[in-house]
């Protein structure tokens, strides 16, 4: 099963940018399709955005649309986060993992982005 370690999280001003990556323990290739998730406190976790094991996004949340960017290398078992414009809704603690549910792996323990003035 693999593991993923999350990082790139801050605290930054609204408006402002950050770039999350996760890596997986084993090859992320043979795990087809993954997503951001991310959990706020007193909210279920919801995934952000998705992308398909070519590296296609799509099913961004209507929340994050037009700010956030999915990306991922398979040669570097990682997967990326762009986000600009951040808002203060967008804070929780962010975590990667398959989109099929066969296929998930561990959850790892998140990269916290908080968004406040």
């Known amino acids: 099963q693999v593991q993923f370690v999350e990082s790139g999280g801050d605290l930054v001003p609204p408006g402002g940018s950050l770039r999350l990556s996760c890596t997986g323990s084993?090859?992320?290739?043979?795990?087809?399709?993954m997503g951001w998730y991310r959990q706020a406190p007193g909210k279920q976790r919801e995934v952000v955005a998705r992308i398909t094991v070519d590296g296609t996004p799509y099913l961004y949340a209507e929340s994050v649309k037009g700010r956030f960017t999915i990306s991922r290398d398979n040669a570097k078992s990682t997967l990326y986060l762009e986000m600009n414009n951040l808002k203060p809704e967008d804070t929780a603690v962010y975590f990667c993992?398959?989109?099929?549910?066969?296929?998930?792996?561990?959850w790892g323990q998140g990269t916290q982005v908080t968004v406040s003035s």
């Open positions: 084993g090859s992320i290739f043979t795990i087809g399709a």
């Open positions: 993992n398959a989109i099929n549910v066969a296929f998930l792996g561990s």
